[in-house]
């Protein structure tokens, strides 16, 4: 069965540079998220997207950004990254909730960001 | 504000033995609740879920979870453990409503022993 892709699988950076993260959810799902996790901590929640719209928005820095596409998949922008900034990014992906149904989470291998 | 408590950083068992993981939480109306288990350098992978009806919850690789209104509890657990079960395991909290974002609790490493 597909899963959701995330690339590149590994990326460093310099303080103060950009990084792109990307995510291919599952096919037919329509709505995607973005998990921060630091090391030895829980995911955190970053930011959502339903049909291309901002659904939700959590613990985001400023520096951020992120969007969803016509083909569904997502980026996410970081900009004048700082070390704190190092950490595994993921993915996930789900079917919008209706029909009585709530649907779980797919997630990705995840994007590990290290930052120099 | 939702939250999830796993009290347990590790819990160790031996190969054969029922495991426990314990998770408790707190959230704002009826509670979507999850476990997912993370092997190292992976991603999470979805084990199982309570929405609504049968308290007990059956799962992947033979796990099931109790959810329990009162103790505001959604515990994880497997008759007999096996040695592959060993990794991080996170239980994950959304309100009924609103929105979906994923509450995650700090995560137990389960080590199963041989």
């Known amino acids: 069965a597909a899963g959701v892709i995330q690339s590149p699988r590994h990326l460093i950076k310099e303080k103060r540079e950009t990084a792109t993260l990307k995510c291919y959810p599952i096919?037919?799902?329509?709505?995607v998220y973005w998990y921060q996790q630091g090391p030895g901590q829980d995911p955190q929640f970053l930011i959502s997207f339903y049909e291309k719209m901002q659904s939700d928005k959590g613990s985001i820095p400023d520096r951020f950004s992120a969007q969803q596409f016509s083909d569904y998949h997502s980026e996410l922008n970081m900009s004048s990254l700082e070390l704190g900034d190092s950490a595994l990014y993921f993915c996930a992906s789900s079917p919008m909730d209706g029909g009585g149904m709530a649907y779980e989470q797919y997630f990705g291998p995840g994007t590990r960001l290290t930052v120099t | 504000a939702q939250s999830v408590a796993q009290p347990e950083d590790q819990v160790n068992v031996a190969e054969g033995n029922p495991l426990t993981v314990k998770c408790t939480y707190s959230v704002s109306g009826n509670p979507y609740l999850f476990w997912y288990v993370q092997y190292p350098n992976r991603g999470l992978q979805f084990l199982l879920k309570?929405?609504?009806?049968?308290?007990l919850v059956k799962g992947s690789y033979g796990f099931e979870a109790e959810f329990n209104k009162s103790q505001t509890s959604f515990h994880l657990k497997k008759p007999s453990a096996l040695v592959s079960d060993s990794a991080l395991y996170f239980c994950a909290v959304r309100d009924g409503m609103g929105r979906r974002a994923l509450t995650f609790g700090s995560g137990t490493r389960l080590q199963v022993q041989p």
């Open positions: 096919p037919r799902h329509d709505t």
């Open positions: 309570y929405i609504t009806g049968d308290n």
